[in-house]
């Protein structure tokens, strides 16, 4: 969950930059009109800026606006800057939002090109690419203005600069007359921008909701060997404290939550559907501690209007002072009833990289076997945790899911998997056959990053020094 938080952080960032740069160039286009209204300069100042760009060209804004006039049947409209490029600007834009969205949502599927994220994307850099010879030309009138209030040397070398580099629009530009010349300037020179920004907003607008989910134990939990433990939980809206139930998850594999109990040595591995209890506002369920170490469980969910599943780690105790260490040993082979289960991957697994996983399932004769159950919507569940506690996995069978109770999978079974960034993985593979329900442990190695590496050898190091000081 570290790592979420991370994201977010830089997209808080990210969202800075955007907001300064804007902000930046409207202060830089509008200074023409702004500026001789609080005395500095005038309006003869700004009506000879304007006279000198509106008889340059070149640059970026010139060049942009040859590929624009170059595009079949529009290329006349859309290098004029006009009315026709502030409505082809918006048609692209939003129409390519809102066909890109539901494509994503209806047909883009994981681990394949997702042509919808794509179609989106392309409209957006269309619509801005369109508008952007207004803006650049704006830019260019209010540097040279700037440079006006120095000299008439300075505006003349600050054109020369702009007409090579940045560039003027071909479209002419009225003489400003201090704030009332701002309005019309940005119907004319700006329009292209108003329906490009429209199809950006559209596009804020359909990116998931940027929630954040917590849980909270309702009672303390204390696993005990042998002995059944509840586990009492609220899923609660970080940002409003509100409590989310169960009609506001989505139900997915069958299930509107998916909830993973693993003790800490990665051994003790429990699957449980919790129900919701009104009363106490909480989802409830019960497992059988195996061992004595401490326990931890990650909810796997889906919130209704949110396109991607969060998974949220909680540590519910144990014994206290006592954890047994993480074990992660490579295991490729794993048997059960009668069944020899083998785990290979098509790659070496390493860290921050996608892996396909084949399972393959044979009987006592040595035959693939070709009746595996559905279980909670799927032919096998595999679920995995990495070796420091951080990250979680849960995958399904590629292929066609099962439509009914009756429809049988055959091995082998392949699974997509995106590995994080860690040493090794525990996976646990869940199949049904003749209505017994097994689960099988594979533990792989992960080749490591160098941040892992540098990491790990930094811990080496520190437990040598203090092993050495302790001798002395």
């Given at each position: ?12 960032n990210l969202h800075r930059w955007e907001?300064g740069l804007v902000a930046t160039a ?447």
């Open positions: 969950m570290q790592h979420a938080h991370s994201q977010s952080n830089d997209k808080h907001l409207a202060a830089i286009i509008a200074t023409p009109y702004v500026l001789p209204l609080i005395g500095v300069g005038d309006t003869v100042l700004a009506a000879n800026v304007s006279g000198l760009c509106s008889s340059t060209k070149g640059g970026l804004t010139q060049a942009i606006e040859g590929v624009l006039g170059k595009t079949p049947y529009i290329g006349g409209m859309l290098s004029a800057a006009g009315w026709g490029a502030a409505l082809t600007s918006g048609a692209i834009g939003v129409a390519g939002v809102l066909i890109g969205d539901y494509i994503h949502k209806h047909y883009d599927r994981k681990g394949h090109i997702q042509w919808g994220t794509v179609i989106k994307y392309a409209a957006l850099t269309t619509s801005v690419f369109i508008a952007l010879p207004s803006i650049l030309s704006g830019i260019s009138m209010g540097v040279a203005y700037l440079a006006g209030l120095a000299g008439s040397d300075a505006l003349f070398a600050a054109r020369d600069v702009m007409a090579s580099t940045i560039g003027f629009s071909g479209v002419a530009h009225d003489a400003p007359t201090g704030l009332a010349g701002l309005v019309p300037h940005l119907f004319t020179c700006g329009r292209a921008l108003l329906p490009a920004g429209l199809a950006i907003f559209a596009s804020q607008k359909s990116k998931p909701h940027s929630a954040e989910y917590d849980v909270t134990m309702v009672s303390p939990a204390a696993p005990s060997r042998g002995v059944p433990t509840e586990l009492a939980f609220q899923i609660v809206d970080k940002k409003s404290g509100r409590k989310i139930d169960e009609s506001e998850l989505k139900v997915l594999h069958t299930r509107p939550l998916h909830t993973m109990v693993v003790d800490s040595s990665l051994r003790d591995y429990h699957h449980l559907h919790p129900k919701y209890d009104p009363v106490r506002k909480a989802f409830v369920c019960q497992f059988t501690p195996a061992l004595r170490g401490n326990y931890a469980m990650w909810n796997d969910f889906t919130v209704k209007g949110e396109e991607q599943p969060f998974y949220l780690k909680t540590n519910i105790g144990g014994l206290h002072g006592f954890s047994l260490p993480t074990r992660v040993e490579h295991t490729s082979r794993a048997e059960a009833d009668g069944l020899t289960v083998r785990l290979t991957s098509d790659q070496r697994l390493s860290a921050n990289s996608d892996a396909m996983l084949t399972v393959d399932v044979r009987d006592k004769a040595g035959n693939p076997v070709t009746n595996l159950e559905p279980i909670m919507g799927a032919y096998a569940h595999l679920v995995g945790f990495s070796a420091d506690g951080k990250h979680f996995i849960h995958s399904h069978p590629m292929g066609p899911e099962p439509h009914s109770n009756s429809a049988r999978g055959a091995s082998p079974l392949c699974f997509h998997v995106s590995l994080p960034d860690c040493s090794g993985v525990k996976f646990f593979l869940q199949i049904q056959r003749e209505g017994k329900l097994l689960t099988l442990p594979f533990g792989q190695a992960v080749a490591q990053s160098k941040a892992i590496q540098q990491q790990q050898a930094a811990g080496t190091a520190l437990v040598s020094s203090i092993a050495t000081g302790m001798g002395r």
